[in-house]
């Protein structure tokens, strides 16, 4: 890079970006916010779905639910029901390093797009598949959703209150966990490429995913018998271990050792309660645990949130406050690590989003482009492909792809 700047991670690497609403886009995102040149590819006339989300019928084609996810990329419409839109994808994918996508099984092998066919011709292609149940096996085909892999997984059978119904993890936890492996995946590839030469078929599904997240759950399964059971905001690795109300709000408190349950007891206002026999040791703590509780939330209820943090922190216990999302949004740690950044939006608006939490000395994350409006950028990367301003104008007006910007005027930078 010029003007002494570092270079980007993935500086060169060229992405074809397939997915759609969630789990894939996170991935891309990553990639691009690293340097890579990420092209999306929308569905003609309508695009990623994930752009009318939570929209009403008035709105434009950016709500949140986009506008998180798409930073970093260019947009090309193109329609894949025709001869023509899909021969200009195969073009691109066969000029690019990496291949992202998350359609149904069999989806892209009908349109001579898929890892098998593309790779005959270019070996060195890194392709990432993202499915909802896996690659194989019965329910490889079957559709997939983050609730139902959120169901399927177990997730929701110890999500909620003890003795309430299911409880849906409040974010799309599958989807993102699945993107967080995609990308790990495509990454791994890279380097290995590197050495090799050679690209691989990259595999990864939401509820392979999520059953990772949970992976102390299976091992204590498996060593002990453990089915787990909903218990509210408490957990099995420590008491007391969940949210107290106060008398403004909640707070939680996290005891790991006995060291800590008596400097929390100071730190509450209750020392007495660290000597008393009934809570003497772990076992002690569970055996006894309505009591635990019951004194723990007294000693909370008579405090502001503020004043149950400062003694708690003043003694090194692990505690925090209940926020609400709008407090988050503006609080000056999050700041401080530059969580939340400025993008620019395709049709001219700013959006604050949140930043991909890794932080590098030597190649900083950045934000090159902004979020994309539908077919944004089909004209600047056909025209890269070497298509003429004509041809350009023939699949426009056989419906094989959306509008096209203007060509750059002479001497105008084109982005690379």
């Given at each position: 890079m010029s003007g002494g700047q570092p270079r980007r991670l993935l500086d060169g690497v060229k992405v074809i970006d397939f997915t759609h609403i969630f789990a894939g886009p996170l991935a891309t995102q990553a990639l691009g916010d690293m340097g890579a040149d990420v092209i999306k590819i929308e569905r003609l006339g309508s695009g990623d779905a994930a752009r009318t989300y939570g929209q009403g019928v008035d709105d434009d084609d950016m709500g949140g639910s986009f506008l998180a996810l798409n930073r970093n990329k260019r947009s090309v419409e193109v329609d894949l029901k025709q001869a023509a839109g899909i021969e200009l994808v195969r073009r691109l994918i066969l000029s690019a390093d990496v291949v992202v996508q998350n359609f149904r099984l069999g989806t892209l092998a009908k349109w001579g797009l898929d890892y098998d066919q593309m790779s005959a011709v270019k070996p060195e292609l890194i392709y990432c598949s993202m499915t909802g149940f896996g690659h194989v096996g019965s329910m490889a085909t079957k559709a997939a959703n983050d609730l139902a892999v959120q169901a399927y997984s177990s997730l929701l059978s110890f999500t909620g209150e003890p003795g309430g119904g299911p409880v849906r993890c409040g974010t799309a936890i599958a989807d993102f966990s699945a993107g967080l492996y995609a990308t790990i995946g495509i990454l791994g590839a890279l380097i290995q490429r590197q050495?090799?030469?050679?690209?691989?078929?990259?595999?990864?599904?939401?509820?392979?995913?999520?059953?990772?997240?949970?992976?102390?759950f299976f091992a204590d399964y498996w060593l002990k018998g453990i089915v787990p059971k909903p218990l509210g905001t408490a957990n099995r690795?420590?008491?007391?271990?969940?949210?107290?109300?106060?008398?403004?709000?909640?707070?939680?408190?996290?005891?790991?050792?006995?060291?800590?349950?008596?400097?929390?007891?100071?730190?509450?206002?209750?020392?007495e309660v660290g000597d008393d026999p009934r809570f003497e040791s772990l076992a002690r703590r569970y055996e006894n645990a309505e009591a635990l509780i019951a004194t723990v939330t007294a000693a909370t209820s008579a405090q502001t949130t503020a004043e149950c943090l400062a003694g708690l922190e003043a003694e090194g216990v692990s505690c925090a406050p209940v926020n609400s999302l709008?407090?988050?949004?503006?609080?000056?740690?999050?700041?401080?690590?530059?969580a939340f950044i400025e993008v620019p939006r395709g049709d001219g608006?700013?959006?604050?989003?949140?930043?991909?939490?890794?932080?590098?000395?030597?190649?900083?994350?950045?934000?090159?482009?902004?979020?994309?409006t539908l077919g944004q950028h089909t004209g600047e990367v056909l025209r890269q492909l070497g298509l003429t301003d004509q041809e350009l104008a023939d699949l426009v007006a056989a419906g094989a792809i959306g509008p096209v910007e203007p060509a750059p005027a002479a001497g105008e930078r084109v982005r690379p």
């Open positions: 050495r090799s030469g050679q690209g691989q078929h990259v595999h990864t599904s939401m509820l392979e995913s999520q059953v990772s997240i949970m992976n102390y690795l420590g008491i007391p271990n969940q949210a107290f109300p106060t008398r403004d709000g909640w707070v939680v408190i996290s005891n790991a050792n006995e060291s800590m349950w008596r400097r929390c007891c100071v730190g509450l206002g209750i020392p709008d407090q988050v949004a503006g609080d000056p740690q999050l700041e401080a690590v530059g608006g700013q959006a604050r989003v949140v930043a991909t939490p890794v932080h590098y000395s030597a190649s900083p994350l950045d934000v090159r482009l902004g979020v994309p």
